[in-house]
């Protein structure tokens, strides 16, 4: 089967056609645009190396400290060798594969602008790499997402010269192995080309990407799992009413408000008299909270979109206006910042959905307790809420800001780093915390409509809940939960309403 192409290109990246290329199997090629960009700006290069004695920051001198260190001529390839291979220094878990194809997706594109003097031939077999699922092995620590993700970066580019490993059709191998064994040998990188490809917030970016896409999909899990909480706990419709949200305008809060209030509509249970006079917050408040995270992700996937659409190496090269310029755009800052707001605002969407968790096994508004029917012979959804609140608690660890921490390094030519990769391996686990969440509350919401039957929700919750029975069944004795959670988050992974 042909599959589809896409074209990298000058033109604006939005974040739904990385999704789509990212999910749909994609091929990619270089426009005729980037290919001009990409050639004129090497052709420049070559042309300026040629015809001047210009110092130029880690074209002919070394990097970080050392960059008052002349490269004479006949090494200018071997610095660049030298470069990859000294900043593989990368440790601790692999990046997942999910990730490693964002990282060289966008590096792909960055350099696609023609501002990094890359040559044509190292752009089309990162691109051939892409096409084939050739996946470099890229550690997650290492980078300080300063001069850009060092570490990270190097161990992605080494399979381009024949070095580190990758895995490819399954298996784990050699670069040099899987060269030879798609007929191509290594690439001897010209001048400027190390720094380019090691230059840049790839790692990051990717990482926030991932976690954008994620989070479009888990803000929406959140909202529908809220509302079948809300109607299971026979709750009041009165704190999303139209008139409190438009008194306190905020987008995400109208716009949470408008969802529950849509969905719920048809709901007899939400139609039906109440007796207690309020909700408890982790009901009532659900339009602040999901909304204010509403928000913040929306902020987020701001940023993501102009880091994705960026050139962050360094030094940028201006072939149309006669310019190389040194200068910080590696520096992670930006997206550090933004990884950090987004982990903290998807925590609290799985902080309060734990706490609603906890009031639908309270016993109370005619529940029974740990919704079972024999409460005490059986534990019922007892230790979920355990579960759940370990949970919980974790990503709350794990939002302990990176970005407010630097440490100084390269005898201090680099004296402020973003530790935006830390940022971003730490919210990888926050978005995957959350989705196991908001799995275990909508088993407890399931499980707690099951007892007010005969007494119906709304018609889309009902016909969402007879999808989730078929695979994991009314609790009526206690069997092996965990079981249950690994389906209901299987269950969850393709929500959509």
């Given at each position: 089967?042909?599959?589809?192409?896409?074209?990298?290109?000058?033109?604006?990246?939005?974040?739904?056609?990385?999704?789509?290329?990212?999910?749909?199997?994609?091929?990619?090629?270089?426009?005729?645009?980037?290919?001009?960009?990409?050639?004129?700006?090497?052709?420049?290069?070559?042309?300026?190396?040629?015809?001047?004695?210009?110092?130029?920051?880690?074209?002919?001198?070394?990097?970080?400290?050392?960059?008052?260190?002349?490269?004479?001529?006949?090494?200018?390839?071997?610095?660049?060798?030298?470069?990859?291979?000294?900043?593989?220094?990368?440790?601790?878990?692999?990046?997942?594969?999910?990730?490693?194809?964002?990282?060289?997706?966008?590096?792909?594109?960055?350099?696609?602008?023609?501002?990094?003097?890359?040559?044509?031939?190292?752009?089309?077999?990162?691109?051939?790499?892409?096409?084939?699922?050739?996946?470099?092995?890229?550690?997650?620590?290492?980078?300080?997402?300063?001069?850009?993700?060092?570490?990270?970066?190097?161990?992605?580019?080494?399979?381009?010269?024949?070095?580190?490993?990758?895995?490819?059709?399954?298996?784990?191998?050699?670069?040099?192995?899987?060269?030879?064994?798609?007929?191509?040998?290594?690439?001897?990188?010209?001048?400027?080309?190390?720094?380019?490809?090691?230059?840049?917030?790839q790692f990051s970016t990717a990482y926030a990407t991932w976690a954008m896409i994620q989070s479009r999909r888990l803000l929406q899990l959140a909202n529908?799992?809220?509302?079948?909480?809300?109607?299971?706990?026979?709750?009041?419709?009165?704190?999303?009413?139209?008139?409190?949200?438009?008194?306190?305008?905020?987008?995400?809060?109208?716009?949470?408000?408008?969802?529950?209030?849509?969905?719920?509509?048809?709901?007899?249970?939400?139609?039906?008299?109440?007796?207690?006079?309020?909700?408890?917050?982790?009901?009532?408040?659900?339009?602040?909270?999901?909304?204010?995270?509403?928000?913040?992700?929306?902020?987020?996937?701001?940023?993501?979109?102009?880091?994705?659409?960026?050139?962050?190496?360094?030094?940028?090269?201006?072939?149309?206006?006669?310019?190389?310029?040194?200068?910080?755009?590696?520096?992670?800052?930006?997206?550090?910042?933004?990884?950090?707001?987004?982990?903290?605002?998807?925590?609290?969407?799985?902080?309060?959905?734990?706490?609603?968790?906890?009031?639908?096994?309270?016993?109370?508004?005619?529940?029974?307790?740990?919704?079972?029917?024999?409460?005490?012979?059986?534990?019922?959804?007892?230790?979920?809420?355990?579960?759940?609140?370990?949970?919980?608690?974790?990503?709350?660890?794990?939002?302990?800001?990176?970005?407010?921490?630097?440490?100084?390094?390269?005898?201090?030519?680099?004296?402020?780093?973003?530790?935006?990769?830390?940022?971003?391996?730490?919210?990888?686990?926050?978005?995957?915390?959350?989705?196991?969440?908001?799995?275990?509350?909508?088993?407890?919401?399931?499980?707690?409509?099951?007892?007010?039957?005969?007494?119906?929700?709304?018609?889309?919750?009902?016909?969402?809940?007879?999808?989730?029975?078929?695979?994991?069944?009314?609790?009526?004795?206690?069997?092996?939960?965990?079981?249950?959670?690994?389906?209901?988050?299987?269950?969850?992974?393709?929500?959509?309403?």
């Open positions: 089967m042909k599959l589809p192409i896409h074209k990298i290109s000058p033109n604006y990246l939005k974040l739904e056609t990385v999704e789509k290329i990212i999910q749909g199997s994609y091929q990619l090629t270089l426009s005729a645009a980037s290919k001009k960009r990409i050639l004129d700006c090497r052709k420049y290069l070559d042309k300026k190396l040629k015809n001047s004695d210009e110092l130029i920051y880690g074209i002919n001198t070394g990097f970080g400290s050392l960059c008052n260190v002349e490269i004479e001529g006949d090494d200018l390839e071997q610095l660049q060798t030298n470069l990859v291979m000294s900043h593989a220094c990368g440790t601790g878990d692999e990046v997942p594969a999910e990730v490693l194809r964002l990282i060289l997706l966008l590096k792909i594109q960055s350099l696609s602008y023609g501002h990094s003097a890359i040559s044509l031939e190292v752009v089309e077999r990162l691109i051939h790499f892409y096409n084939e699922d050739v996946l470099p092995v890229v550690y997650q620590q290492g980078s300080l997402g300063a001069s850009g993700d060092l570490a990270p970066l190097a161990h992605l580019s080494l399979p381009l010269i024949g070095l580190g490993e990758v895995n490819w059709k399954g298996k784990r191998m050699k670069g040099a192995t899987a060269l030879k064994k798609m007929g191509l040998k290594p690439i001897r990188l010209q001048s400027k080309e190390g720094l380019a490809l090691l230059n840049g917030t529908f799992t809220a509302a079948v909480s809300i109607d299971a706990f026979d709750c009041r419709m009165s704190p999303y009413d139209e008139r409190i949200h438009k008194a306190r305008p905020h987008q995400g809060q109208l716009a949470t408000a408008k969802f529950i209030r849509k969905i719920l509509a048809t709901s007899p249970i939400a139609k039906s008299k109440k007796t207690s006079v309020q909700d408890p917050y982790a009901f009532r408040c659900v339009p602040q909270v999901h909304g204010a995270s509403h928000d913040a992700i929306h902020y987020v996937e701001n940023v993501v979109l102009t880091e994705m659409n960026s050139v962050t190496d360094n030094p940028n090269i201006f072939a149309d206006s006669d310019g190389i310029i040194s200068g910080g755009n590696f520096h992670a800052q930006p997206i550090a910042l933004a990884l950090d707001f987004l982990a903290i605002a998807l925590s609290e969407l799985g902080s309060i959905s734990e706490r609603r968790l906890y009031q639908l096994i309270s016993g109370q508004r005619g529940l029974p307790a740990f919704l079972t029917e024999h409460p005490g012979l059986q534990s019922g959804l007892m230790i979920a809420q355990y579960t759940a609140a370990s949970i919980a608690s974790q990503n709350k660890q794990l939002c302990t800001p990176a970005s407010v921490d630097s440490i100084v390094s390269c005898n201090g030519q680099e004296d402020h780093v973003s530790m935006a990769a830390n940022a971003a391996t730490k919210l990888y686990k926050v978005v995957e915390n959350l989705e196991r969440l908001l799995a275990i509350e909508l088993m407890a919401g399931a499980q707690a409509m099951h007892f007010r039957r005969p007494q119906r929700s709304s018609k889309k919750i009902e016909i969402i809940l007879a999808k989730y029975r078929k695979v994991v069944p009314v609790l009526l004795e206690d069997r092996v939960l965990s079981e249950d959670i690994h389906a209901t988050i299987e269950f969850v992974k393709s929500f959509k309403i």
